[in-house]
Every structure is written in structure tokens, then in C-alpha cells.
């Protein structure tokens, strides 16, 4: 009886091993919860733009225009929406935000009405947060570096400029977010 008493206790020994390893593995192998939600915190909300665009070889006559933006969390990413009415006419994106597996860096992916794509790199340094992205614009390659700058809860400012076919940065644009009041 104390044999059939000690095999017994085997089995049901080695059957917990066996059932909970594939638990025990998973919560071991489970991806960390991404930081999205914390480090974007800043961008989500409800905006009012004001929209300054500076006259450059690819913005000749420049833009002045107003606008709203809406961020908020979609999962592990930051969903978008802008609209704007600026001095070359109606516009609207849609952006998506999400993190680019090395730490402080995410990936913007935002797409116009008239489908035109633009992907950036949106990367923290210390208490700000930097995007760069190449484009092609009225036949000239240009390269745009940008800052996201957090004046208040309540404000942000970003400032961007651009190095038309490696001429050198100079002013961009500038555009300034004011959070609008929850009703």
C-alpha cells in the first residue's frame, strides 16, 4: 500500500509540473506592457491648433490657419484625428502613434485626404520629444526636424524646420495646441 500510496503522489506531482509549466512559461514569455499610454499622456486630449507655416521653396506663399486635434488611446497606440482651415484650404489627417521597440522611440504614421503618407520618428530627449521624417515635395527632397514642446496641461507648442535638398534647416513651422476645456 505505500508503494501504490508514493506512486500515486508521483503522478499528481508530475501532472501540477506538467499542467502549470505552460502557465509559468507564458507569464515569463508575455511581452511587458508597452509604455504608450504613460509617455503619450501629454498628447492626449482634445486641441485647438493655431497653424503658422513659413514661405520656403516647398511652401512659397507659407500658410496661417486654425484647426482641432484630437488624440486618444487606441490599445498600445495613440490614434489622431486633425482638421484645419488654413490659407491653402481645407485639410485632414489621421495619425497613428506607436511604440518602435527601442526605448523612448516611437513610429507616426499619418495619412492626408488626399492619401498621402508620411511616417516619422518621434523620440524622447529628457523633457522633450523630437520628430524627424524625409519627404518630396514640388520635385526637392527635404528633410524636417521637429519638437514637441510642453509649455502647460493645458499647451503645447511644436516647432519644426526644414533642410531643403541640403541647403541647410531654417524655420518651418510652428503650430500651437490648446487643450479644450472637458464640458
Known amino acids: 500500500m505505500k508503494i501504490m500510496y508514493k506512486v500515486y503522489l508521483c ?41 503658422v507655416v513659413k514661405a520656403t521653396e516647398i511652401t512659397p506663399k507659407g500658410t ?6 484630437e488624440y486618444h488611446l487606441f490599445g498600445q497606440a495613440i490614434e489622431g484625428s486633425r482638421a484645419s482651415e488654413t490659407s491653402n484650404g481645407h ?6 502613434v506607436f511604440y518602435a521597440n527601442v ?17 516619422r520618428k518621434l523620440t524622447r530627449h529628457g ?9 518630396r515635395m514640388n520635385n526637392k527632397d527635404f528633410r524636417v526636424r521637429g519638437t514637441y514642446k510642453i509649455v502647460s496641461d493645458d499647451e503645447l507648442q511644436y516647432s519644426t524646420e526644414v533642410d531643403i535638398a541640403k541647403s541647410g534647416f531654417k524655420p518651418f513651422s510652428e503650430v500651437t495646441f490648446r487643450r479644450v476645456p472637458k464640458k
Not at 496661417?64 to 486635434?69: I, N, R, S
Not at 485639410?91 to 497613428?96: A, K, M, T, V
Not at 523633457?127 to 524625409?134: A, F, G, I, R, T
Open 64 to 69: 496661417t490657419g486654425k484647426g482641432v486635434a
Open 11 to 51: 503522478l499528481v506531482v508530475l501532472c501540477a509540473v506538467v499542467s502549470l509549466s505552460p502557465m509559468a512559461l507564458a507569464q515569463q514569455t508575455a511581452t511587458p506592457e508597452l509604455p504608450t499610454a504613460k509617455d503619450l499622456a501629454f498628447l492626449i486630449g482634445k486641441w485647438e491648433t493655431n497653424i
Open 127 to 135: 523633457d522633450s520629444w523630437e520628430v524627424e521624417y524625409n519627404g
Open 103 to 119: 526605448p523612448n522611440s516611437y513610429e507616426m504614421i499619418t495619412v492626408n485626404l488626399k492619401g498621402m503618407c508620411t511616417q
Open 91 to 96: 485639410n485632414e489627417d489621421r495619425e497613428l
